[in-house]
């Protein structure tokens, strides 16, 4: 069972940044692929970024890339998404979710543990 932790959620002007933090419980976070998955109000989940179990290759969606990104520490157990270029539609509960597999994806039944969430709000 492992336990993960987001953190670093909040309200921002459009422009502005933030960077989450998602920390894994466990001694086992370097065997898991990790992502960052969000989902505005009305909406479905959708996949924002994810990273490698050794962190040397991530991906993210065409909706955050040049303004997203993200990375992991292993020997803290954390993965952070940095968040720079904020707009108004990046609002939403993020989330982090781990995947035993290799090379889950984009896919969400493919991944094992989520977090609880936290709130980004980006206001124009």
């Known amino acids: 069972q492992v336990v993960l932790e987001e953190s670093g959620g909040g309200l921002v002007l459009a422009g502005g940044s933030l960077r989450l933090s998602c920390a894994a419980s466990?001694?086992?976070?370097?065997?898991?692929?990790v992502a960052w998955f969000r989902q505005a109000p009305g909406k479905e989940r959708e996949f924002v970024a994810g990273?490698?179990?050794?962190?040397?290759?991530?991906y993210s969606a065409d909706s955050v890339k040049g303004r997203f990104t993200m990375s992991r520490d292993n020997a803290k157990n954390t993965v952070y998404l940095q968040m720079n270029s904020l707009k108004p539609e990046d609002t939403a509960v993020y989330y982090c979710?781990?995947?035993?597999?290799?090379?889950?994806?984009?896919?969400?039944?493919?991944?094992?543990?989520w977090g609880q969430g936290t709130q980004v709000t980006v206001s124009s």
């Open positions: 979710a781990i995947s035993r597999l290799w090379a889950p994806g984009r896919v969400e039944s493919t991944y094992d543990y």
């Open positions: 990273v490698s179990r050794t962190g040397g290759n991530t």
């Open positions: 466990g001694r086992t976070f370097s065997s898991y692929a």
